[in-house]
């Protein structure tokens, strides 16, 4: 026996770890990408692996409605006049439980998290998403006296105040920043730095400085004990100046602390329906008014219309994809310049191309299930999420070759297609050119049902499994404890 066990007390080790996730996100109460689906599942994930996890999320009105609440604290923060309530809750499902700052001047707005109905940002978000890194240190430093983190686990920009805050008390808990997306910085004007009750050396190229303004996501890739992105490939890539949005110099400073992660599925939330393709594919053609044709192949894409999708790329190559003999069909909202291109499309080919501009999440389903081809033509794509769900309902997913699209989908070669690894087809360049190649190919392989249906076996049955993920991040976690 040794001296924890006499003294009444278990191993170390056995004492599970207490990690707080800190994000603006989770789905299906608050999503705009995937992130809302990693919060869903990875904090879970953990809980299985037999960490003792709970969140720390901004008091939205969808959260709140969701679960009744019972106050832990109410703290006086630098952010408001008024003390700030924090509630725990119990989420319906399998969610672990969730700090949340109920703060309803800051968080209960029409709009979305980041944005009001018109779509411009709101223009307290700097304060918005300071108290929500403010109230996961104060957390840290035994806010709530039941319940106190080791490790503090902040994702994107909204938390990255997050490891500022807890270097600024010393250090309270140990801290992790994930990168989800790194063209999304939390970047403001140097005169909102005194509104943060940051230590003001903070203020500087080693610290919050960003260009002369005010960089959340800089705070939270300098002041992190580790950090880590979604994917090896993105890791490697936003370390050079092509991919680092201005960051990669700090990134390749920190190249040390720094990995990538890939994230996983959850097979209970993405699960193709039983019946299979031709149904599916069917019903899709139906509610799209395209032509029902078993036999002409069928693209999807379900996006947001940024940049960074791509999706010009791919408008550039519908003619040529139609020509093909091909189907197309888009969800996605986002840049108005492309969603009136993919209106004009359907207007100049009604039958053989559809859009519907908006967020839906069971048409999402219903294109994952009908579609034979997913296209991810991203210009970077630090995980992605569609290509994932893309092979679990037998879409073979088309991607450029960059981010976790290349650690994740397997190009058809010839060499790929005899071995029976092949998943999907890349293409290299952003161009519409590449695109259509790649896509010629996926057409011309459709032509061979035998071959194409070997390819969708092999599609459905890979395993991206947040288990996976969940060891990754514990064995760091446990590194930083020591
Ligand atoms: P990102 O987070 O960069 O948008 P991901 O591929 O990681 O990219 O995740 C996107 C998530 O959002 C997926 O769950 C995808 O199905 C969903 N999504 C994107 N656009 C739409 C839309 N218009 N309607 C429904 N779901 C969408
Ligand atoms: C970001 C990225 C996407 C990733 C998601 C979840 O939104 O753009 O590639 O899959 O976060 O990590």
Known sequence: MDQAERAGRPHAELIPLRVLHV????????????????????????????????????????LLDAAREHEVARLATPFAVERVRIGLVELPGVHPPAYIVDHPAFFDRPGGPYGGPDGGEFADNHRRFALLGWVAAALAAGADPAW??????????????????????????KSIFTVHNLAYQGFFGADIFGELALPREFFAMEGVEFY????????????ADR?????????????????????????????????????????????????????????????FGLAEDPSAPLFGAITRLTPQKGMDLLLAALPGLTGLGAQFVLLGTGDRGLEQGFASAAGREPGRVAAELGYDEDL?????????????????????????YALRFGALPLVRRTGGLADTVVDA??????????????????????LL??????????????????????????????????????????????
């Open 23 to 62: 994000a603006a996100e989770l789905y299906p109460w608050v999503k705009t990408g995937g992130l809302g689906d990693v919060i869903a599942a990875l904090p879970s994930a953990l809980s299985a692996e037999g960490a003792d996890v709970r969140l720390c999320l901004p008091g939205f009105s969808t």
């Open 148 to 173: 106190r983190p080791a490790i503090v686990h902040a994702h994107d920009w909204h938390a990255g105040l997050a490891p500022a805050y807890l270097r600024a008390r010393g250090g309270a808990a």
């Open 212 to 223: 002369g303004g005010v960089s959340f996501l800089k705070a939270g890739l300098y002041y």
């Open 227 to 287: 950090l880590t992105t979604v994917s090896s490939t993105y890791a490697t890539e936003i370390q050079t100046p092509r991919y680092g949005m201005n960051l990669d110099g700090l990134l390749r400073a920190r190249s040390a602390v720094l990995s990538g992660i890939l994230n996983g599925v959850d097979p209970e939330v993405w699960r193709p329906a039983a019946g299979g393709k031709a149904p599916a594919k069917a019903a899709l053609q139906r509610r």
């Open 364 to 388: 999402s389903r219903l294109i994952l299930a009908g579609a034979d081809v997913i296209a991810v033509p991203s210009r970077f794509e630090p995980c992605g999420l569609t290509q994932l």
């Open 413 to 434: 070669t010839p060499e790929t297609l005899a071995d029976g690894t092949a998943t999907g087809f890349a293409f290299e360049d952003e161009s519409a050119a590449d």
């Open 437 to 482: 190649a790649a896509a010629a190919r996926a057409v011309a392989l459709y032509r061979d049902q035998a071959a194409w249906r070997r390819m969708t076996r092999r599609a459905t049955t890979r395993d991206f499994s947040w288990q996976a993920a969940a060891r990754q991040y514990l064995a760091l976690y446990r590194g930083l404890i020591g």
